[in-house]
């Protein structure tokens, strides 16, 4: 016998906080963006900024970094928060309200170049993209409304 809405239980709520963003390769005459692409639950490939939980004793700046490193391959240095994005799922029984902070990193200039690894389990495909037309690539509108910031914070840096 399904359970009536009187008896079921309430969902526990849990706070999640995550970091990431996009981090840029200035040196040709057009910045390129890093990009991840992850499977859905269709098989579909979706672009997205690299992202993950922020552990103990980080700051959401070094969560940042460590991220997009490990899910991109490129160690960047953090120009500025982009903003955060938050929302609610359920999982496991539990109602999840998580928020994403994410920053402009720009890559550290590395002695040879500027190589993307895909070599995260998470991560399906690695791909740099002009930063003209990261927006249209990525999978969420939220995301997207993020890059609005990136001029601006690229002016301060100049």
Known sequence: MPPT??????????????????VLDRRGPEARGALIGRLDRRGRLLWSLPKG???????EEDTAVREVAEETGIRGTVVGKLGAIDFWFVADGRRIHKTVH???????????????????????????????????RLAYADERRLLERVPDLLAETA
């Not at 809405?5 to 996009?22: F, H, I, K």
């Not at 939980?53 to 700051?59: D, I, P, Q, S, Y």
């Not at 500027?114 to 249209?136: K, M, R, T």
């Open 102 to 136: 994410h920053f402009l990193l720009v890559a550290d200039d590395p002695v040879h170049g500027l190589e993307l690894s895909d070599a995260d389990i998470e991560v399906s495909e690695v791909a740099w993209v002009p930063l003209a037309e990261v927006a249209a």
């Open 5 to 22: 809405p009187a008896t079921r239980r309430p969902l526990r709520r849990v706070d999640e906080t995550s970091a990431g963003g996009l």
């Open 53 to 59: 939980h922020v552990e103990a004793g980080e700051t």
